[in-house]
T-cell receptor, first 116, second 115 residues
């Protein structure tokens, strides 16, 4: 069963506007971590932001913020003031388990296009 | 600081040939993970190593094998290559003690094309 759902295969946003990319997840673990990665057309996987399940405040990293709603198992990425360079695939990912070698698993991704 | 290094960046092989992909983790990272990303797909977990022992196994074909060496670098060996093995192969590394936190870092990937 898919553990991470990203319901928006593709999104468009006007330059300088904000955009929200949706992510819901499924886990029975109490302790887990949520990640967002950006993958431009060059193929590299760029870490954007991380939220721990016990973190009380929503994570923020510059123009990126994570809207974490634990009860709804939702971890949406908000990008403020979109730039042309934000056009890329965005993957929501999760790391379950209690050991230091637990893997990250990915959602299907959302393709974001920023329009001038 | 140096990131996760993968080599080669690009590789072209013919069907039925073998390929070896290498991954050099960040210094003091003792865990290595391998992923396969087909065109238009999300990365799929293949296998991981912790302290040179296999720690987890995903959808890795029997034709593939991997190991982690004493210096913590890892190699993914792929034999009897098929056209469907054409993909971007990522390696990630993580340090001891970061069960869910930061430190899960990806390399730039190896793009394998099987012709």
């Amino acid at each position: 069963a898919q553990k991470i759902t990203q319901t928006q295969p593709g999104m468009f946003v006007q330059e300088k506007e904000a955009v929200t990319l949706d992510c819901t997840y499924d886990t029975s673990d109490q302790s887990y971590g949520l990640f967002w990665y950006k993958q431009p057309s060059s193929g590299e996987m760029i870490f954007l932001i991380y939220q721990g399940s016990y973190d009380e405040q929503n994570a923020t990293e510059g123009r990126y913020s994570l809207n974490f709603q634990k009860a709804r198992k939702s971890a949406n990425l908000v990008i403020s003031a979109s730039q042309l360079g934000d056009s890329a695939m965005y993957f929501c990912a999760m790391r379950e388990g209690g050991t230091s070698y637990d893997k990250v698993i990915f959602g299907p991704g959302t393709s974001l296009s920023v329009i001038p | 600081a140096a990131g996760v290094i993968q080599s080669p960046r690009h590789l072209i092989k013919e069907k039925r040939e073998t390929a070896t992909l290498k991954c050099y983790p960040i210094s003091r990272h003792d865990t290595v993970y391998w992923y396969q990303q087909g065109p238009g797909q999300d990365p799929q977990f293949l296998i991981s190593f912790y302290e040179k022992m296999q720690s987890d196994k995903g959808s890795i074909p029997d034709r593939f094998s991997a190991q982690q060496f004493s210096d913590y670098h890892s190699e993914l060996n792929m034999s009897s290559l098929e056209l469907g093995d054409s993909a971007l192969y990522f390696c990630a590394s993580s340090p001891r003690g970061t069960a869910r936190g930061y430190g899960y870092t990806f390399g730039s990937g190896t793009r394998l094309t099987v012709v």
